[in-house]
């Protein structure tokens, strides 16, 4: 299975700034994609980040809001852009690629926007 | 669009018994993948178990296994002989097969499990 890396862990950030989250994997994988959980939620898909292309988000998340990085086949960013306290939620990133079709996650990164 | 259900907010168990958890889920697909992931306080979602729709056969991990009905789209997580480190916040999820393009997991709205000690 993957491993998966994400900086930072938990960071309390001012309305009105912007966050960018990292997520690195341990070896190159076809898919990654970032999820949001909402305090008390379950995971909801925001985008899944393509290589070489645009990220492709799903309903009710947009680029402005959401941009999306994947340089490669290990690393992706997510940013969090003009945040407000709605914001504030556990961002994963998940990867899936290999010999097995599972996705495997990060340990997600807590943000609470003040 | 698939969704998913798990009608059990929550459910406890004493240690070493066992217990299953619901989902069920609604799809006009053929073929596709099911998984079970934990998440414990750590938030941390780990892989429980997976099984392919075009399998007949439960797939089973150690003390989990699933009864995977197809006909009924249920797909439910027995957890033998429970230990505390079980103790979780558990997620059915469900995924198209790659020839649908879309690989993402949609997920239930999760059953938090406690184990009693």
């Known amino acids: 299975s993957a491993v998966i890396s994400q900086k930072p862990s938990r960071d309390i950030c001012q309305r009105g700034t912007s966050l960018t989250i990292q997520c690195q994997v341990d070896s190159q994988v076809t898919m990654m994609f970032w999820y949001r959980q909402q305090p008390g939620q379950s995971l909801t898909l925001i985008a899944t980040a393509n290589q070489g292309s645009e990220a492709t988000y799903e309903s009710g998340f947009v680029i402005d809001k959401f941009p999306i990085s994947r340089p490669n086949l290990t690393f992706s960013t997510l940013t969090v852009s003009n945040m407000s306290p709605e914001d504030s939620s556990i961002y994963l990133c998940s990867a899936q690629g290999g010999s097995t079709d599972t996705q495997y996650f990060g340990p997600g990164t807590r943000l609470t926007v003040l | 669009a698939q969704t998913v259900t798990q009608s059990q907010p929550e459910m406890s168990v004493q240690e070493a018994e066992t217990v299953t958890l619901s989902c069920t889920y609604d799809t006009s697909e053929s073929d596709y993948y099911l998984f079970w992931y934990k998440q414990p306080p750590s938030r941390q979602m780990i892989l429980v178990i997976r099984?392919?729709?075009?399998?007949?056969q439960n797939a089973t991990e150690n003390r989990f296994s699933v009864n995977f009905q197809k006909a009924a789209k249920s797909f439910s997580l027995k957890i033998s002989d429970s230990q505390l480190g079980d103790a979780a916040m558990y997620f059915c999820?469900?995924?198209?097969?790659?020839?649908?393009?879309?690989?993402?997991?949609?997920f239930g709205q999760g059953t938090r499990l406690t184990i009693n000690p």
């Open positions: 099984q392919e729709a075009y399998k007949q």
């Open positions: 999820a469900y995924r198209s097969p790659p020839s649908q393009g879309a690989q993402k997991l949609v």
